[in-house]
């Protein structure tokens, strides 16, 4: 895919089984930063984008971009695709 650092930090190539961990995880982390309720509504906008997202991989319909380094970054790419400026609050834990 590439070469020089991006070989060195290319992780996607074996880390993608990780994915439904992964999103467990996520899923933790916005029930956590989306409390109280006046986040609710971003805690469900991203909650759905996550699950969508799952079912992507489960279905073997998920779509590797060329800049996903890891799974993680491949995933949060898709939840911001998917949901929007709310799908960048999954990096920056932003309440705001």
Known sequence: MGSGLWD??????????????????????VRASC???SSAPRGTTLIAALDE?????RDDRFTRSASDEDIHMAIERRVIELAGDVGAKLHTASQS
Do not use: M, N, Q
Request: hydrophobic share 35%; aromatic share 16%; net charge negative.
């Open 8 to 29: 060195l930090s290319e992780s996607y190539s074996f880390d993608h089984v990780l994915y439904p961990y992964d999103i467990v995880g996520s899923k933790a982390h």
């Open 53 to 57: 997202v799952l079912t992507e991989f």
């Open 35 to 37: 409390e109280p309720s």
